[in-house]
Nanobody, 126 residues
Framework: QVQLVESGGGLVQAGGSLRLSCVASGGSFSSYAMAWFRQAPGKEREFVAAISRIGRTTSGSDSVKGRFTISRDNAKNTVYLQMNGLKPEDTAVYYC???????????????????WGKGTLVTVSS
């Protein structure tokens, strides 16, 4: 069983930056592909970014490409989401997800994620 705890959310003005962190425990972190999803009020959970087990492969949604960067530090059991150029439409609860995977696999669908954190709220004011 893997436990995931997100942190780093908060209130920021449009154009600002935040860095989200997700610390994993209870499993072999390097065995898991990791992902960030988000869910805005009244909307479905959507894919934001994902990274393979050792960071060789990454992917991001079109809405965040060029602004958000996913990375991981396997020595610290942590995955990060650096968010720059934030927009009001980025306001959502951001969830960290993990799934056991082959070396270069990245989960881009919520149905592919086995473990979820409880989320951290990001609010971007205009």
């Amino acid at each position: 069983q893997v436990q995931l705890v997100e942190s780093g959310g908060g209130l920021v003005q449009a154009g600002g930056s935040l860095r989200l962190s997700c610390v994993a425990s209870g499993g072999s972190f390097s065995s898991y592909a990791m992902a960030w999803f988000r869910q805005a009020p009244g909307k479905e959970r959507e894919f934001v970014a994902a990274i393979s087990r050792i960071g060789r492969t990454t992917s991001g949604s079109d809405s965040v490409k060029g602004r958000f960067t996913i990375s991981r530090d396997n020595a610290k059991n942590t995955v990060y989401l650096q968010m720059n150029g934030l927009k009001p439409e980025d306001t959502a609860v951001y969830y960290c997800g993990a799934t056991g995977a082959t070396l270069n696999y990245i989960p881009t669908m919520s149905s592919a994620v086995r473990y979820w954190g409880k989320g951290t709220l990001v609010t971007v004011s205009s």
